[in-house]
């Protein structure tokens, strides 16, 4: 099912047009059509929703966790059943390649079958005779209503790093989607009442700035998961710890990948050049940054530019496409605007990809530029798209100052066929998720996505067990009887 003209919101269980007098336009990326219009919440449906999720919650968080795993397990075999669709919805509202919409959903259904195991997950723990006569028990509760803001590059995946965890272990939710990717968040939202999810327990606001300040002033919510970029993942961290929330704020990142001179360039350079442009490079985990290390510069840059001749830029819709377009004309124009920069601030221009012949759509080419150093804007910055920036490096040592002087410590990666060059690599690079070559490294549903530094503000992060652990509150029982 694709979605109706104007993007609903989901409150109390029931789908409801907004009263908003704020109302956006959301295109298809690939070819600039309006596909939906996007009332923006009012803050007395926001307000709403906050407590739809509080009235639904005692009876909710007193459902036995077997039962709350069932409605996981309904909802999964939905998500096999619609796939496609889900995928295609993906593809169409945030503009990537279709393979890649159905590995953003594979990537999704790992976390519910994670949540699935609920039973197991959410166990305490005991331990008998601590002193004479006396046991002392842990046991997890949920927390209460949790409020979920999500960004545009993921519109399937990242809600699910927070929603069936959190639901799993008894909470109640308020997402607010990306207002520039909104259609997921409702068929997400008709899939888990179509799963039997009671009314209240999940809820979907629209909106922006305004939304998300409304869910954090609001004293009914008790924990805030965001994933988006580090300038409002900081202030959302302050505002949400500030009011007593508990808060997991994920980041944005530039991730640098070291390519030895001991590395297979023909093995490696298809990685680094997927991990640069897979999304278009509106990925956290895009590898945004290739160190050539020690005699590899010029072969790594005349490897990584034939690839990038590879890439077939056009709408995700076409199965011969490698790279779909960027988010929005704004996104365009601003990524243009970096490119202009780079180049007058020196950096070499290896591949152009300025001049993109498909004139609908938000569409850029991939762009790499050789030669970037450390005090170019180009490097400093998260710039989100479909650019590559090559630093050489003389040796371990100078591609490790590099990459820990960024102040972004998402991911690195190292290409090496040297277990010790890895080994150095996996103990001092300053960045919570490491890759040995590998392009992109994702940590699986089952662990955490541990960013670092302006990456990551908080201390529980999603997935894994962290996630557990953040979705839920800790009572230390001491027993004796007398
Ligand atoms: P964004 O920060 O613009 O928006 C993210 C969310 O915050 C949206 O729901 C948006 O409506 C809301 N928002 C935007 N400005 C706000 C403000 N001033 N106050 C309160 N809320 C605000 O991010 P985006 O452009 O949608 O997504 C891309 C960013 O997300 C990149 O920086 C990327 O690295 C990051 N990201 C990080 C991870 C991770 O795991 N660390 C994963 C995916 C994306």
């Known amino acids: 099912m694709i979605a109706t003209k104007t993007v609903a919101s989901y409150i109390g269980g029931r789908f409801r047009e907004s009263k908003a007098t704020t109302v956006d336009q959301i295109p298809n990326p690939a070819t600039g059509e309006t596909i ?14 906050v407590a739809a999720a509080k009235k639904a919650f005692p009876a909710w968080s007193d459902t036995p966790v077997p039962d709350r795993a069932q409605v996981m397990f309904r909802f999964k075999a939905l998500y096999d059943k619609h796939f496609e669709e889900l995928s295609a919805l993906v593809t169409q509202e945030n503009g990537k390649t279709l393979d890649e919409s159905r590995g953003e959903l594979k990537r999704a259904i790992e976390v519910i079958d994670f949540a699935c195991g609920a039973p197991t997950l959410t166990m305490g723990t005991n331990l008998d005779q601590i002193a004479r006569g006396i046991d002392e028990e842990l046991t997890r509760f949920p927390v209460g209503v949790v409020a979920g803001i999500t960004p545009f590059n993921f519109p399937n995946m990242v809600p ?36 039997g999810l009671p009314d209240g327990v999940f809820n979907v606001v629209h909106g922006a700035k305004e939304a998300v300040d409304t869910l954090l002033e609001h004293p009914d919510v008790a924990a805030v998961s965001f994933v988006g970029s580090a300038t409002v993942a900081a202030d959302i961290y302050r505002k949400a710890a500030a009011s007593g929330k508990r808060v997991q704020a994920l980041g944005g990142a530039k991730n640098h990948i070291l390519v030895m001179d001991d590395a297979d360039l023909e093995l490696s350079a298809p990685h680094v050049i997927s991990s640069a442009f897979g999304n278009a490079g509106q990925r956290c985990l895009a590898g945004s940054v290739a160190v050539g290390v020690g005699k590899v510069g010029d072969a790594l840059v ?12 056009g709408p995700g819709t076409d199965a011969s496409t490698t790279m779909g377009p960027v988010i929005r004309a704004e996104r365009k124009r601003k990524l243009i605007e970096y490119i202009d920069g780079a180049e007058a601030e020196g950096a070499q221009l290896v591949s152009d990809g300025r001049q993109v012949s498909l004139s609908d759509g938000f569409f850029l080419g991939p762009t790499i530029f050789d030669r970037v150093t450390p005090n170019m804007k180009v490097w400093k910055d998260e710039l989100f798209g479909p650019v590559l920036s090559v630093v050489r490096a003389s040796d371990i040592d100078e591609a490790l100052s590099v990459l820990n002087s960024s102040t972004y410590g998402n991911m690195a990666s190292i290409f090496t066929s040297s277990g010790k060059n890895a080994r150095e690599f996996k103990r001092r690079a ?51 009887w007398l």
């Open 302 to 313: 005349k490897e990584l530019a034939k690839e990038a001749r590879d890439i077939k830029v």
């Open 160 to 195: 699910m790093w927070m929603i069936p965890v959190a639901i799993v272990c008894g909470n109640t939710f308020v997402h607010k989607p990306s207002q520039l990717t909104p259609l997921s968040a409702i068929r997400i939202a008709e899939l888990l009442k179509e799963a």
């Open 36 to 49: 939906a219009s996007l009332p923006y919440s009012t803050r007395d449906e926001i307000n709403e929703a």
């Open 430 to 480: 300053q960045a919570g998720m490491l890759g040995v070559n590998i392009g992109v490294a994702a940590p699986m549903a089952f662990f955490p996505f541990t960013g670092w530094k302006n990456s990551f503000f908080g201390d529980l992060h999603a997935t894994g067990q962290d996630s557990i652990r953040f979705y839920t509150r800790h009572k230390v029982v001491t027993t004796r």
